[in-house]
């Protein structure tokens, strides 16, 4: 390379940028993490959808016998943040069915795709708002499983801790509720098919759906360091005691006003990295479900595995 | 029934192996602090004044965005001011304090963990 006058300036021009930019990089980005809204830390739970974005990836087992077959799922999620505040999820569940007539049926259920805002983090009052829609991509799993239409599901996001109440209350400051509220939409309102016997065509109706889910949450985490510490050793000290209520009521079609859901009373681990959870699936009637079915949670954080790469959000 | 996407089972079992093992990948040990205990202690009720307040996190903090401070019932600062990192262990922050009179005092604290993340929370002892 032909030296030209002047490059050792510019070289030490570039060398300083340089060492500025590094120093930039290793500053810490001091910025809120995953699910805490001031003192709160809200942990992931098992299928009342988180009320705030992140960069996440869990697996949920999934174990219950239903009105007319066994049903174990893994579902697997990924959340990934666009921008502090806006973040993607993607979401795969493999099914496994035996049914009661003794066939069993395997497969992928659809991909779903959706986009989250959470518009809103009060850190005094330990609330989180978001509003999101999630696209269930009809046709994208095994037809034995999943449905052939596309499901678009708006929705609310809400999460409160108690944090606030007065001093004369404090024991109930570890209390926090998250929810979601939202309609399901089918892309098409039923399908046809030709019954093999009459030879008549018979439509089934795709019905939709209102789902209100929500959680009620006690944290020894947030009693032990902010309220009074009771002396609980490890892992009580960083478990979150989690009760969900996810339920569904139809809103159309044959089933109009009939509800389904389970209640949920479990337990969960928030490590650094990881978080674990049991809860047991308390069916709340028949069309839920024939027996207590069980919940297993992994999660990792992965905004606190690889904060300044895969973990950070895309754009600042 | 017509599928409208020729996604195949085995690619998304391999795209979601790969997902999975980036997951695994061994990684630093960052994280975000979160108190693990501290002296005096959460909502406790002590004899006398302490010399000073402490808080062990579990990791280690940035000296440079983390703070403690110490009020007192009516909201004055009555810490000497002089919040800091332990030299010796990163992970203990710490603050000193005059001798104080009976009452509620309350320890406000805020920290960036290594990972850029941060918490912060509060607490408050009585001295009977
Ligand atoms: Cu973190």
């Known amino acids: 390379m032909k030296r030209r006058p002047g490059s050792s300036a510019t070289a030490l021009t570039w060398c300083a940028l340089g060492l500025v930019f590094m120093i930039i990089l290793l500053l810490p980005v001091s910025s809120w993490a995953h699910g805490f809204a001031g003192k709160r830390f809200f942990p992931t739970t098992f299928q009342v959808d988180d009320p705030f974005i992140s960069d996440e990836f869990s697996v949920l087992i999934d174990r219950i016998k239903g009105p007319d077959a066994k049903t174990t799922e893994i579902d697997i999620d990924y959340s990934k943040r666009i921008l502090p505040n806006f973040g993607l999820e993607f979401h795969e569940a493999y099914v496994h069915l035996k049914n009661d007539d003794g066939s069993t049926a395997n497969g992928w259920d659809n991909l779903g795709i959706g986009a989250k805002w959470q518009f809103l983090t009060n850190a005094e009052h330990e609330t989180i708002l978001s509003i999101g829609t999630d696209f269930d991509i009809g046709g994208t799993g095994a037809h034995q499983i999943a449905d052939s239409f596309t499901t678009i599901s708006p929705a609310f996001f809400f999460g409160k801790g108690l944090g606030d109440l007065p001093e004369s209350v404090k024991y109930l400051r570890p209390f926090a509720v998250t929810g979601v509220v939202g309609p399901n939409f089918p892309t098409r309102s039923g399908n046809a098919s030709i019954d093999p016997d009459t030879g008549q065509t018979v439509v089934e109706r795709n019905p939709t759906t209102l789902t209100w889910a929500f959680s009620v949450q006690y944290s020894l985490m947030y009693l032990q360091s902010f309220v009074k510490d009771i002396g609980l050793g490890a892992p009580f000290n960083r478990m979150i005691l989690v009760t969900e209520f996810p339920m569904e009521t139809c809103m159309s079609a044959d089933c109009k006003g009939k509800i389904t859901g389970t209640v949920n009373p479990g337990v969960v681990w928030a490590g650094k990295f990881t978080e674990f959870g049991i809860a047991a699936q308390i069916p709340v009637n028949s069309r839920s479900g024939r027996a207590v079915g069980v919940l297993g949670l992994i999660h990792l954080y992965i905004d606190d595995l690889f904060p300044k790469s895969i973990g950070a959000p895309i754009f600042h | ?128």
């Open chain 2, 1 to 128: 029934m017509k599928r409208f996407l020729p996604v195949t089972d085995h690619h998304r079992g391999v795209v979601l192996c790969l997902l999975a093992a980036l997951c695994m990948t061994p990684a630093p040990a960052l994280g975000h602090a979160f108190p693990e205990h501290s002296d005096p202690r959460v909502g406790a009720t002590i004899a006398a004044s302490p010399e000073r307040v402490r808080i062990w996190f579990d990791s280690d903090i940035e000296p440079l965005f983390s703070s403690l401070m110490v009020h007192d019932a009516s909201g004055r600062m009555v810490d000497k001011g002089d919040s800091r990192v332990n030299p010796s262990n990163a992970a203990l922050l710490e603050v000193s304090v005059p001798k104080l009179a009976p009452g509620a005092y309350r320890v406000i604290w805020s920290v960036v963990a290594r990972d850029g993340h941060r918490t912060n929370g509060d607490y408050t002892f009585v001295i009977k």
